[in-house]
């Protein structure tokens, strides 16, 4: 979906940057700017500064910059439609729907999730809140005592149980399904949330969760989406049947349980802080783990680690460190997770703790640092996968067995890798684990692909890449500067378009920039430096540009600084056709073809007399 062009400006202007990142950031008033700690990473001293009057930041300790848009991007991981509809909800500005069919959701299979409107988005949402604040207040209230007294013997602090909002849904039929109705909301809703159920003979409905600690799952806005629900103990059996020990809610509209992480909410800034995240199994897993300061932990929702999941760690962090339990079901879990995180160009480490322990149990009987110790010293991901199929097949007893089907079995891993280099080196590491030569595990690999697509030969270019364009080596500086200028003094920009200054640039980046400032500047006259810097895709150069930005530099005479860097880069120009052009003189040289090699060296001599000339009309 593209925005309108009037509409994101309009978000951009009611939308204070300064406001917005006050939301989040200490400031204070320094100079024309405003400074604060960065939220993106771990500092003592300010680094991170807001400009009021240009409306955009940078830190000058982890080179992030961009505009408001950029800021609740990088802070929530919230893609670019997200963060527009969270800041335009924010000032009460109406944003259209997409339009049918336009970023709809897939499912297994290719048909389209039907497109839910925002207005039933805002039901659920609410009913979400009003089940959370009854479950917090009945587990703070008369009726939550032994719940309380169970959630301080599993070792969860106060502090913890209201930072992941923990509840109690009590031991009764309908004690929700009252709350929501007193408070407007139709059972209809309520049973498609899953959070009531119909009554069999139809005379109303009762409660899904009884007797259970409620752990809300909110989405990266901080909305309460679903519930999971652990049961309490003395409520594990009715009669002869057993009860679940965990359930959790259906999927709806607003949650997809493959695309959803419990904790994610909670964590998302000590992911930008650390650089990675810690998956773990279970929600319990998760407050323990975080309440041992590590807060950057997080957990699947009751399934697998899935692609989907894994797209949206990648939104804050390169790396994950999978912390699962010490047994074989845990194991298991740990080589599904694996291949997933790789085939979508995350780093992977893995840590195996003892054999019946979890991350709970772990961090309560060994201690908050025995736990980091382990985690800081996981076992790349590759590795581990390698050495589990190792063992599982037992290779190391019969090698020539064993060794061709170990390679059945990781080659659909190394081609799932976006990443080239990668799976190269990961394949030189196999070839060593396995003693064999490149050569062979090259040919067990052309066998492997064949097996596994019959009738198809091996597959020599691999995935396409689906990683972020890497960035580009840095620009010349003139051309940099070229950039700078038009960006910062706006009367400059109909003449360069007017001296077709683009002819001049040799690096993609900054002429991929100078096209979108073109194309933003023909829409939007005037268009502010920091909405065109965030919108370009080189991050190498547009880390350049915010730095630039915030160092500030003012423009006394824009259009004479214009003449000057045109000369220059038109200098540049000559000296490149001058060094293209002494190639030809070499060439006809070397073949003794005199009149080729004459005519040639006519053509770099009046390249030389041109440069000469400027050179001369400088110094006059």
């Known amino acids: 979906m593209r925005f309108d062009d009037t509409l994101l400006q309009e978000i951009r202007d009611r939308n204070s940057l300064v406001q917005v990142v006050g939301d989040y950031v200490s400031l204070r008033k320094a100079g024309n700017n405003h400074v604060g700690l960065c939220p993106f990473h771990s500092e003592r001293s300010p680094s991170f500064s807001v400009n009021e009057q240009r409306q955009f930041f940078y830190c000058f300790g982890c080179q992030t910059g961009g505009d408001v848009i950029a800021f609740v991007r990088e802070l929530h991981g919230y893609s670019f439609i997200e963060a527009v509809r969270h800041l335009a909800d924010r000032v009460g500005i109406a944003v259209p729907d997409a339009p049918r069919g336009a970023g709809a959701s897939e499912r297994p299979g290719g048909e389209r999730a039907p497109r839910v409107d925002r207005r039933s988005k805002d039901a659920y949402f609410a009913i979400g809140r009003s089940a959370r604040e009854y479950f917090t207040e009945t587990l703070q209230g008369l009726r939550g005592a032994a719940a309380r007294e169970y959630v301080r013997e599993r070792g969860i602090s106060a502090d913890t149980a209201t930072r992941f909002a923990l509840g109690l849904a009590p031991d009764g039929w309908d004690g929700l399904s009252q709350h929501l109705a007193s408070e407007g909301f139709d059972a209809r809703l309520a049973e498609s949330a899953g959070l009531v159920a119909a009554r069999k003979d139809g005379s109303g409905f009762y409660d899904r969760f009884r007797s259970r600690l409620m752990f809300p799952i909110r989405n990266l806005a901080g909305e309460v989406v679903a519930f999971g ?287 979108l400032l073109w194309n933003l500047d023909d829409e939007q006259p005037g268009v502010p430096a920091a909405v065109v810097a965030s919108s370009v895709s080189d991050g190498a150069l547009k880390t350049q540009l915010f730095e630039a930005l915030a160092r500030g530099h003012e423009h006394a005479d824009g259009r004479r600084e214009l003449d000057e860097l045109v000369m220059l880069l038109e200098e540049d120009q000559l000296k490149r056709e001058r060094v293209a052009a002494a190639r030809p003189v070499r060439e006809a040289s070397s073949r003794q073809d005199d009149t080729a090699a004459t005519a040639a060296l006519f053509a770099e001599l009046a390249l030389a007399r041109q440069i000469q000339s400027r050179k001369d009309s400088k110094i006059s």
Not at 369 to 378: D, K, N, Q, V
Not at 417 to 437: F, I, K, N
Not at 441 to 462: E, N, S, T
Not at 489 to 505: C, K, W
């Open 229 to 515: 629900g652990r049961i309490l103990p003395g409520f594990e059996q009715i009669g002869d049947e057993k009860v679940a020990k965990y359930i959790n809610s259906p999927e709806t509209p607003v949650y997809t349980k493959g695309k959803a992480l419990f904790g994610l909410y909670e964590a998302r800034r000590a992911l930008r802080q650390t650089g990675y995240a810690v998956v773990v199994e279970g929600n319990v897993d998760v407050l323990m783990v975080s309440q041992a300061g590590i807060e950057h932990v997080l957990a699947p929702m009751g399934t697998a680690l899935t692609p989907e999941q894994c797209q949206l760690l990648r939104r804050f962090v390169p790396r994950v460190v999978l912390l699962y339990d010490g047994d074989n079901a845990g194991r298991a879990a740990a080589r599904k997770g694996v291949p997933v995180a790789l085939a979508e160009g995350l780093q992977v480490g893995v840590v195996t703790l003892p054999d019946g322990q979890d991350p709970d149990t772990f961090v309560r009987t060994q201690g908050a640092e025995a736990l980091a110790a382990l985690i800081e010293r996981a076992v790349p991901g590759w590795d581990f996968l390698v050495e589990a199929t190792i063992d599982a097949l037992g290779v190391r007893q019969d090698r020539r067995a064993g060794a061709p089907r170990a390679v059945d079995q990781l080659a659909p891993v190394l081609d799932g890798m976006p990443d080239r280099r990668e799976r190269l080196l990961y394949q030189r590491s196999l070839a060593g684990a396995l003693g064999l030569s490149d050569s062979d595990l090259a040919d067990f690999l052309r066998d492997a692909r064949a097996r596994q697509r019959p009738g198809a030969g091996p597959d020599p270019g691999g995935p396409e890449q689906r990683a972020a364009r890497p960035s580009m080596a840095p620009p010349p500086w003139r051309e940099l500067k070229l950039l700078m200028l038009l960006l910062e003094a706006a009367e400059t920009r109909p003449v360069a378009q007017g001296r077709d200054v683009q002819r001049l640039l040799t690096h993609p980046g900054v002429r991929e920039a100078l096209e």
